[in-house]
């Protein structure tokens, strides 16, 4: 069974930075596409960027483009989103997500129903 964990979510004002973790259980990371998503109160699920495990290739949405960076881990089983220059429209729920078996040339998806396995999400709180 697979488990998506996420962590490192909290306050920060304005301006600051976060890490957040996303780490699985039960399988890893090798041949996957992995994305964050973020959703705000009253708002849609929300597509923050994606890595493409097997040549490290990323998408991100232009609304944190140049501001979020998304890495691999040491490890297959880990993920990080670097979380830079928050503002408070970045408050919300952040989720991690991983498609399997994804081919090596396909785009990396940004819409949901293209993910199988979520996490719990983790809440970060931006003030101002």
């Known amino acids: 069974q697979v488990q998506l964990v996420e962590s490192g979510g909290g306050l920060v004002q304005a301006g600051g930075s976060l890490r957040l973790s996303c780490a699985a259980s039960?399988?890893?990371?090798?041949?996957?596409?992995v994305a964050w998503f973020r959703q705000a109160p009253g708002k849609d699920r929300e597509f923050v960027g994606a890595?493409?495990?097997?040549?490290?290739?990323?998408n991100y949405a232009d609304s944190v483009k140049g501001r979020f960076t998304i890495s691999r881990g040491d490890v297959m089983n880990s993920v990080y989103l670097h979380l830079n220059v928050l503002k408070p429209e970045d408050t919300a729920v952040y989720y991690c997500?991983?498609?399997w078996g994804s081919g090596y040339y396909s785009p990396i998806p940004d819409i949901p129903e293209k993910y199988a396995d979520w996490g719990q999400g983790t809440q970060v709180t931006v003030s101002s």
């Open positions: 997500a991983a498609r």
């Open positions: 039960g399988r890893t990371f090798s041949n996957s596409d």
């Open positions: 890595i493409k495990w097997s040549r490290v290739g990323t």
